[in-house]
């Protein structure tokens, strides 16, 4: 099994920064990729980015593009997202989420294993 803790989530005014960071532990030669998601109550887990562990190849939302950049530490085994030019529509509970398989995969059911999630809220 892979634990996941995620942290960093906040406060913040719309156009401000927040960088979330997700520690993994356990069997984490079994990840070939991490990805950050999204959701608010009363609605689907929405995917947010993505990065292949080995490579470090990323990939986004179109809503986020250009304003939040995921990245990794091996040597840490982190991940983190970088979240600029936030707006009130950000505000969301933020999870990082693993997966086995190499697949640009956005269906919150390809990954194995989640966090806890992190609050993340934008004032406007």
């Known amino acids: 099994q892979v634990q996941l803790v995620e942290s960093g989530g906040g406060v913040v005014q719309a156009g401000g920064s927040l960088r979330l960071s997700c520690a993994a532990s356990?069997?984490?030669?079994?990840?070939?990729?991490m990805a950050w998601f999204r959701q608010i109550p009363g609605k689907e887990r929405e995917f947010v980015a993505r990065i292949r562990w080995g490579v470090g190849n990323t990939y986004y939302a179109d809503s986020v593009k250009g304003r939040f950049t995921i990245s990794r530490d091996t040597a840490k085994n982190s991940v983190y997202l970088q979240m600029n030019s936030l707006k009130a529509e950000d505000t969301a509970v933020y999870y990082c989420?693993?997966?086995?398989?190499?697949?640009?995969?956005?269906?919150?059911?390809?990954?194995?294993?989640w966090g806890q999630g992190t609050q993340v809220t934008v004032s406007s």
């Open positions: 989420a693993t997966a086995s398989g190499l697949g640009i995969a956005t269906n919150p059911g390809y990954y194995n294993y």
């Open positions: 356990g069997r984490t030669e079994s990840v070939n990729a």
